[in-house]
């Protein structure tokens, strides 16, 4: 049933990339607000996944929601989450073997309509208020312009995968791959087309995108996520 959906309100919209389809969302600080969310109110039990987190809200104040970075088995983030600037888990400055730890990882984050994508050696240097949001997760896929050290041009590990980047004017860019795809190319399309210099992988495998206004509700496991919510709604 598509009844009251609106395909030309989404700021969702369909690309394609060096043959590889993504879905490109732009979240404007004049229009959005960002926020993180894990569990409802008064749980400590994840959402789990988008449709339960829509099934708690108003979707008409939502533009769109996306797993927002690494998390473990148990739906526990891997590093750290702030919520309404409420921290539920510590930066994890730490090495291991899984993608989170590929070094630089990073930090998404921001307050007051001014967002941000930093290297998490930098945010913990650099960074001393709490911000309202922020989500760790790794590798970086752009550091001022250049591949993470973590990336290659072409590696041959290629999954769906998502990603956020924050270009000079402020605005948030949010991309899933509809299509498997290698982290050089998905760090390229933020480099190339749209001109951002600090880029994060979030997640692979289980990247997902809920967009109302055109129906589309993703199915993967989600521990933390981000939602884009409507100035004019909320």
Known sequence: DTAGLNPEASVCAPVTFETVELTHCVADPAKHTIGVV???????????????????VDATTIAFAMNGGAFSDDLKPRGYLVASGDRLAELDRGSGDSNFHMKPNGVFFGSNGRWQVLATNRFFSTVRERPRFGTQSGPMLLV??????????????????????????????????????????????????????????????SSSLWDPATGRMDTGRTGPILVITKKDAS
Request: hydrophobic share 40%.
């Open 38 to 56: 894990y569990s409802p109110a008064g749980s400590e039990t994840p959402y789990g996944t988008l449709r339960a987190y829509a099934r708690a």
């Open 144 to 205: 001022d312009g250049e591949l993470g050290a973590a990336i290659s041009e072409n590696g041959n590990s290629r999954a769906i995968r998502n990603a956020v980047g924050v270009a000079e004017d402020g605005k948030a860019h949010f991309v899933i791959a509809n299509a498997p795809l290698n982290f050089g190319r998905l760090a390229r399309f933020f480099r190339d087309e749209l001109s951002v210099k600090n880029a994060l992988f979030l997640d692979s495998n």
